[in-house]
T-cell receptor, first 117, second 113 residues
Framework: DAGVIQSPRHEVTEMGQEVTLRCKPI?????LFWYRQTMMRGLELLIY????????DSGMPEDRFSAKMPNASFSTLKIQPSEPRDSAVYFC???????????????FGPGTRLTVT | AQKVTQAQTEISVVEKEDVTLDCVYE???????LFWYKQPPSGELVFLIR??????QNEISGRYSWNFQKSTSSFNFTITASQVVDSAVYFC??????????FGQGTILTVHP
């Protein structure tokens, strides 16, 4: 079975440009998570969806970040406008969890390495 | 609030040595789950193990073993007879509400041939 798929794998953009990261979770998984990894802050949860509904976006840094999940097989994370401090690896993860989400392991995609110059 | 602390930032060993990665967690919840993930140089995060707060049995999987001690809030990971392929960053994580994972800062393990 295919794991979590993310695209693009690498993105280099200039400050001020819009960036869209894409994620396809594992089929049948109810929960989807977006994380950001940096050297300074480690792995941080940005937003969590359950059954396509955003449950907690308290980790989203600011209004420049937005995420959508229009259906069970696709999610996007958008940064507009991008800034150099947004440079990081962005991971998407999915899990089977529905009611007791915390008990299920999350499976991570390969990540998107974003560089904003 | 939840917190995970991994005592070692970096560990360097020679192949075939045993190595233990320490993990201490903090939570006020009585039900929680602990995880270990591996991040090899290729960058992906690989799930290794999940343990719930009611199950303190140690677990062994091949060369990997995990020691969960609720009394000391620790969930340590031991690799026996380490190999070069074990070189990676290892993350301990804690999950309480709705699956939000709180990660430790990671331990960089380097196994030299």
């Amino acid at each position: 079975d295919a794991g979590v798929i993310q695209s693009p794998r690498h993105e280099v953009t200039e400050m001020g440009q819009e960036v869209t990261l894409r994620c396809k979770p594992i089929s049948g998984h109810n929960s989807l998570f977006w994380y950001r990894q940096t050297m300074m802050r480690g792995l941080e949860l940005l937003i969590y969806f359950n059954n396509n509904v955003p449950i907690d976006d308290s980790g989203m840094p600011e209004d420049r970040f937005s995420a959508k999940m229009p259906n069970a097989s696709f999610s996007t994370l958008k940064i507009q406008p991008s800034e150099p401090r947004d440079s990081a690896v962005y991971f998407c993860a999915s899990s089977l969890g529905d009611r007791d989400v915390s008990s299920y392991e999350q499976y991570f995609g390969p990540g998107t390495r974003l560089t904003v110059t | 609030a939840q917190k995970v602390t991994q005592a070692q930032t970096e560990i360097s060993v020679v192949e075939k040595e045993d190595v233990t990665l320490d993990c201490v967690y903090e939570t006020r919840d009585t039900t929680y789950y602990l995880f270990w993930y591996k991040q090899p140089p290729s960058g992906e995060l690989v799930f290794l193990i999940r343990r719930n707060s009611f199950d303190e049995q140690n677990e062994i999987s091949g060369r990997y073993s995990w020691n969960f001690q609720k009394s000391t809030s620790s969930f340590n990971f031991t690799i026996t007879a380490s190999q070069v392929v074990d070189s990676a960053v290892y993350f301990c994580a804690l999950s309480t509400s709705y699956g939000k994972l709180t990660f430790g800062q990671g331990t960089i393990l380097t196994v030299h041939p």
